[in-house]
């Protein structure tokens, strides 16, 4: 009950202390807006403010544990709370970093974008409380507690989607992801049910010891692990759920498109490894034998259709917005090749390359996308003829925009160069020659319409419509601060991939 | 009591098709809703089917969570359906489809 932090003796609930930061923060947001004197008083920028702190504070207190060694072999190891129904370990407190930096990267930017409209201490409190769900996600030990903290992330973010209830395209674009979220939660409980019904258990660790032997209901655990599959791909914006993705984002306000997408992701993908990897490592064949339910197979048939679908969607696209949720799906894909390639003795590196590339992907997708509320609080339209010339009126968001764009796309300007190419890597030590070949092609066509966003901002010339009179500061500085952050991930990049490594190797023991 | 486990397996997985059947037809968002209500209490069923045949009481407290998450679902997707109607007039879903599926 005690464990040991830098020589520091402390309770172990200690551990979650990133989750119950952001809680609290939730908790405080609600509370200045209560006692506000008039309502809808509370100044936009106190709240902004509290909101950044909190989620800056909840990133830095998990990055600290990572350094200290919190939950990981060289320092406490895996910290079991609730008798493991939550679990703080490497894995855990790297997608707090992540889910941390992009809630703060977007309530700093939010404080512009939501300048003059009402119900700001409503927003605010729940991108945080969405953010709190993400954070219990990343460690949740138990399907109990993967599908109560996968709905506290996904019941705010319905209503953030159809924030601007006025307007059609945001309500529009909240009926459709409400609609896909409930029928997907319905089949991600009905798959644990099952899985419940073939082991006996819900804890995961449980699950896994109740399937290692002979398993009775075997066709029972097969559907049941099919369906929590297809429950996950609807937090991670994978194929079959993926199409979701598109609507909510291009509806959505900008900056929520940004946190959906980045964190969002991230989130549903730690549950993804957790779960599969914790509970279901013999029934999927990963301990030597036989696969009972071969879902290692069906992980690879997903990422391959995720990417295609998502990439060759996002190259018809008129709609820059648009286009980016498209290659959202297409990076899920890329990512969902932790899972899948792991025909191979070292496991750990190529589901770690999948936890870099969530990682770099939290700032420049985050990035992209706020770069896109700074052309909607312009005002310029959302086609690609839209953004011609606009690097004479703003050329620093642009060269950051750029940085985004070809760092996604998977160019040596940007983390996203290294962590592709330890996805690419990792596919070539597991033999599994159709992930790298549609990896390769799909980062290639991505770059065709990548491009054409850069195209418009630095070569075309200016219809001349439009006059950027304010340049909002802390917009500015969110979109700013994510690229240079997605530039500095190239030459640090293997500062961190380390932790991420050793994090994902002690997931497969 | 021996009523065997494989039957209730059979009226939950009814009850999910029946779910399914009616979020692929119903135009209907409150409908829907109820739709989706009957895919979570077929979970539900084999929840507390299984708790019973295991012999623990894991798969029924989790009902109960499940329960609880159904009805705060339905709170929001309420909401959600009065601001479609605002801006529609209708809670057809195939209405509001000013961006393409």
Redesign the interface.
Same mark, same amino acid.
């Given at each position: 009950m005690v464990v040991d932090i830098a020589g520091y003796r402390v309770a172990d609930w200690v551990a979650m202390t990133p989750a119950l930061v952001l809680g609290l923060t939730a908790m405080v947001l609600f509370i200045v807006d209560s006692i506000e004197p008039r309502p809808g008083s509370s100044s936009n920028a106190v709240l902004a403010g509290i909101s950044t702190v909190g989620a800056l504070g909840a990133f830095l207190l998990a990055g600290t544990f990572l350094v200290l060694g919190v939950g990981q072999p060289r320092g406490t190891g895996a910290v079991d709370l609730f008798n493991g129904q939550l679990v703080v370990d490497g894995m855990s407190l790297f997608f707090v970093v992540i889910v941390g930096s992009v809630t703060a990267l977007v309530m700093l930017a939010s404080y512009d974008y939501l300048d003059g409209e009402s119900y700001q201490a409503e927003y605010y409190g729940l991108v945080i409380m969405a953010a709190t769900g993400m954070a219990v996600m990343s460690s949740a030990n138990s399907?109990?507690t993967v599908?109560?903290a996968l709905?506290l992330s996904s019941?705010p973010s319905?209503?953030l989607v159809?924030f601007v209830?006025?307007n059609?395209?945001s309500?529009?674009?909240?009926?459709?992801y409400?609609?896909v979220g409930?029928?997907s939660?319905?089949?991600l409980? *009905?798959g644990?049910?099952?899985v *419940?019904?073939a082991s006996?258990?819900?804890q995961l660790n449980a699950v896994a010891e109740a399937l290692s032997g002979s398993v009775e209901l075997v066709g029972?655990l097969g559907i049941g692990i099919i369906m929590v599959l297809l429950g996950v791909a609807f937090k991670t914006a994978s194929v079959p759920f993926h199409?979701w993705a598109?609507?909510a984002y291009?509806?959505a306000p900008a900056p929520v498109s940004a946190f959906l997408s980045s964190a969002s992701k991230a989130a549903g993908f730690v549950v993804a490894f957790r779960v599969f990897l914790t509970a279901f490592p013999e029934v999927g064949g990963l301990g030597g034998g036989e696969p009972v339910v071969d879902w290692v197979t069906a992980v690879t048939v997903l990422a391959v259709v995720t990417m295609t679908v998502g990439n060759f969607a996002a190259a018809n696209q008129e709609k820059v917005k648009r286009m980016l949720a498209y290659s959202s799906v297409g990076h899920a894909g890329y990512v969902l090749i932790g899972l899948a390639a792991l025909n191979t003795p070292d496991r750990g590196l190529v589901l770690g390359a999948s936890m870099m590339h969530l990682l770099v992907y939290g700032f420049m997708n985050t990035g992209a996308f706020l770069f896109i509320a700074l052309t909607d609080y312009w005002g310029v339209g959302r086609t690609f003829q839209d953004f011609n010339g606009l690097s004479e009126q703003a050329p620093l968001a642009c060269a950051a925009m750029t940085v985004f764009l070809f760092s996604l796309a998977g160019l040596p300007i940007g983390g996203g160069f290294i962590s592709k190419l330890y996805l690419l890597l990792g596919t070539v030590n597991a033999g599994a020659w159709l992930l790298a070949a549609s990896l390769i092609v799909n980062s290639a066509l991505s770059l065709f319409y990548y491009s054409r966003v850069v195209k418009a901002m630095w070569i075309e010339d200016s219809a001349g419509e439009f006059e950027i009179d304010s340049y909002p500061s802390s917009l500015y500085a969110a979109v700013v601060i994510a690229a240079f952050v997605t530039f500095a991930l190239l030459p640090a990049f293997g500062l961190l991939s380390p932790s991420a490594f050793d994090a994902a190797s002690v997931l497969f023991g | 009591m021996a009523i065997e486990s494989q039957y209730y397996l059979l009226l939950s997985a009814a009850i999910f098709c029946i779910g399914v059947y009616g979020i692929l037809t119903r135009q209907n968002a409150l409908l829907f809703l109820m739709s989706v209500e009957l895919m979570l209490n077929a979970a539900n069923i084999n929840l507390v089917a299984f708790s019973f045949y295991h012999g623990n009481l894991t798969g029924q407290v989790f009902s109960l969570f499940t329960m609880a998450l159904a009805a705060a679902e339905v709170a929001v997707g309420i909401g959600i359906v009065l601001v479609l109607y605002r801006n529609f007039e209708d809670i057809d879903v195939t209405k509001a489809a000013t961006m393409r599926w």
């Open positions: 399907l109990a599908f109560v709905e019941l319905y209503a159809a209830k006025e059609r395209g309500v529009e674009a909240g009926l459709k409400f609609l409930a029928l939660s319905s089949v409980v *009905y644990i049910s099952l *419940y019904a006996g258990s819900l029972v199409f598109p609507e291009e509806g | -």
